[in-house]
């Protein structure tokens, strides 16, 4: 059984879309597929799936502890079951630290040949860990920028993720990593191999581990909304950046053209493959699926299913502080990505604009709601 996990670092670049046809595609040749939404809080996959809303999904089998084998619904697709999520769940990051490993333990052992994990988008802690539960998950992009960015920048959140995780247990590795992430931002700017030499001579042993798990993991990069064969360029780019500076290698999937028929498929509840299997982005779905199929089964531990923790609660000075580290990642992406050849000049610009308006709207409202609770607070102790 092959965990496929499909993540993208933003919404809105068709990663429902590419979940629920590639599910189907394999379903066609004969693999026996399990469709999981694990986008929690904002569930829409069976929208796309073209099934009818859900009565049980993950949200069920959280509030009333229901055998996780009740939840698994038959589709109108030949060898494709279907796990639905929740709206009214608020998402992966609010359930218990038990619950997240048993669902960990119910994912990895569902009698299939593939389970194809549709995330959340954004790289918050638990999407993380999910993405790295296989070692060949699928990252999904659009050829515009900041789509580009999102995608770079998942991909090295989960090398730190990856990295943090390996050295949890070795004291000497994680004080060093805590200490260079005081320093300025200087992790997320140091490129990940030479963070790793450093590394190797505070903590050989470990840094050995680390160097297995990086080379075992290959995520797999599709570029969807393609309007002209020149914007696969973007892939190839996004590849060498990944190489040069997150010492990581990754796999060109292939490209799904912008295709008028996704929008008269949702419209009629099917899935584009089964509306119209010969249009241009039914063909490049089923070229990724053969893709998959011809790949050899790969399921290496990368360490982290027996590794999920619940994040803590934070307080606005943590959310002020995560929003600043969030800005000085992308900066350093950005760096990255117009070291590579991208990203142009006047594309930098542009897109370092959009990030520091992102930082101060950030704040504006975590100020905004510290003032509202604050007000409230005061209120309450008149009273």
């Not at 247990?169 to 994680?174: A, E, L, S």
């Not at 996704?262 to 893709?291: F, M, N, T």
Request: hydrophobic share 40%.
């Amino acid at each position: 059984m092959q965990i496929i996990p499909v993540a993208s670092g933003k919404g809105g670049v068709g990663k429902s879309l590419l979940s629920a046809n590639l599910a189907i595609a394999l379903g066609q040749a004969g693999k026996k597929v399990v469709l999981v939404d694990l986008d929690l809080g904002a569930s829409n996959l069976h929208l796309v799936l073209g099934q009818s809303s859900p009565k049980t999904g993950i949200g069920t089998w959280i509030a009333d502890n229901t055998d996780f084998e009740d939840i698994v619904t038959i589709t109108d697709y030949e060898n494709v079951d279907f796990i639905a999520g929740d709206s009214e769940i608020p998402g992966l990051s609010a359930l218990s630290p038990e619950r997240k490993k048993k669902l960990v333990q119910k994912l990895q052992n569902i009698d299939a040949d593939y389970v194809i994990l549709d995330l959340g988008a954004g790289t918050h802690s638990i999407i993380l860990e999910m993405f790295l539960l296989s070692s060949q998950g699928i990252i999904v992009s659009a050829p515009t920028v900041t789509s580009t960015l999102n995608a770079y920048l998942f991909m090295k959140n989960a090398v730190f993720k990856l990295i943090s995780t390996t050295f949890k247990d070795d004291p000497k590795g994680k004080t060093w990593l805590k200490n260079l992430k005081k320093t300025s931002h200087s992790m997320q700017r140091l490129y990940i191999p030479k963070l790793i030499e450093e590394l190797e001579k505070v903590s050989p042993e470990t840094t050995n581990v680390l160097k297995e798990r990086l080379q075992k993991f290959c995520p797999r990069l599709i570029i969807n909304m393609i309007d002209d064969p020149k914007d696969t360029d973007k892939a190839l780019k996004i590849r060498r950046s990944c190489n040069q500076y997150l010492g990581l290698n990754v796999e060109y999937m292939g490209v799904m053209y912008r295709d008028a028929y996704q929008d008269k498929a949702l419209a009629s509840r099917l899935p584009v493959i089964v509306y119209k299997p010969k249009s241009i982005i039914s063909q490049g779905i089923y070229r990724i699926a053969e893709k998959i199929i011809a790949c050899e089964t790969q399921n290496y531990d990368l360490g982290i299913a027996s590794d999920i923790e619940a994040d803590s609660a934070a307080s606005f000075d943590v959310i002020t502080e995560e929003a600043e580290e969030d800005y000085a990642l992308k900066m350093a992406s950005l760096q990255d990505l117009v070291g590579s050849g991208t990203f142009s000049t006047g594309e930098l610009s542009e897109m370092i604009k959009t990030i520091q308006y992102e930082l101060t709207q950030v704040k504006k409202e975590n100020l905004l709601l510290k003032s509202k609770l604050l007000k409230a607070a005061n209120q309450g102790f008149k009273v």
